[in-house]
């Protein structure tokens, strides 16, 4: 079945940091992925996607690129500010009628002053 | 972006306790709705997806007499969670897409923290 794997956090850097969150995916045919962000007690926004191999989605300095020779979508930024302080979820939508989002575990960023 | 508005974001209730969660979109008609779990620092469960009209589909290990799931218009989806146990206490989060052709985004409530004393 589908699934979705995240580097473990938490992620702790200083501000103006490179970022770099590691996920991969399992599934079969060409999914949409995702990247949600989810600030503390609140529910999750979306961050940026990508629909097709070799797309880059992007967003607020935010970016991820379809890669299905390696299965991956690792988000990146080049420069992190303390706002981006959130839990980040790596996601896809399967081939099927269903729209079922596949969540990874999450990882959470820290970013210190 | 759409606006998908859930309601309470805190609950606290009794054990045995029947407690409603609504998920409202407010400028657009959902099709789909969708009910997850979160667990602390973990990611979403998928417990439910719910057609506009339709009995939910809920995931495997998911009691669906435990968590009432009703989609009975375009724009409200209410889950229920009956006799509720302190082990349901968790974050409850939904989500809603419009329908049309093609893939349409999910939009998420901000989230119900529920507490069972």
């Known amino acids: 079945g589908n699934s979705v794997t995240q580097m473990e956090g938490p992620v702790t850097l200083s501000e103006e940091a490179f970022l770099t969150i590691n996920c991969t995916y399992t599934?079969?045919?060409?999914?949409?992925l995702f990247w949600y962000v989810q600030y503390p007690g609140e529910g999750l926004q979306l961050l940026l996607k990508?629909?097709?191999?070799?797309d880059k989605g992007s967003n607020k300095g935010f970016e991820a690129t379809y890669r299905k020779e390696t299965t991956s979508f690792h988000l990146e930024k080049g420069s992190v500010q303390v706002s981006d302080s959130a839990v980040y979820f790596c996601?896809?939508?399967?081939?099927?009628?269903?729209?079922?989002?596949?969540f990874g575990s999450g990882t959470r960023l820290l970013v210190r002053p | 972006g759409a606006v998908v508005s859930q309601h309470p974001s805190r609950v606290i209730c009794k054990s045995g306790t029947s407690v409603k969660i609504e998920c409202r979109s407010l400028?657009?008609?959902?099709?789909?709705m969708f009910w997850y779990r979160q667990f602390p620092k973990q990611s979403l469960m998928l417990m439910a997806t719910?057609?506009?009209?339709?009995?939910?589909?809920?995931e495997q290990g998911v009691e669906k007499d435990k968590f009432l799931i009703n989609h009975a218009s375009l724009t409200l989806s209410t889950l229920t969670v009956t006799s509720a146990h302190p082990e349901d206490s968790s974050f409850y989060i939904c989500?809603?897409?419009?329908?049309?052709?093609?893939?349409?985004?999910?939009?998420f409530g901000q989230g119900t923290r529920l507490t069972v004393v």
């Open positions: 990508a629909t097709k191999a070799d």
């Open positions: 719910s057609n506009e009209g339709s009995k939910a589909t809920y």
């Open positions: 599934a079969t045919g060409y999914p949409s």
């Open positions: 989500s809603a897409r419009a329908g049309g052709t093609g893939r349409t985004e999910a939009f």
């Open positions: 400028d657009f008609q959902a099709t789909t």
């Open positions: 996601a896809l939508e399967g081939t099927d009628s269903s729209y079922k989002l596949i």
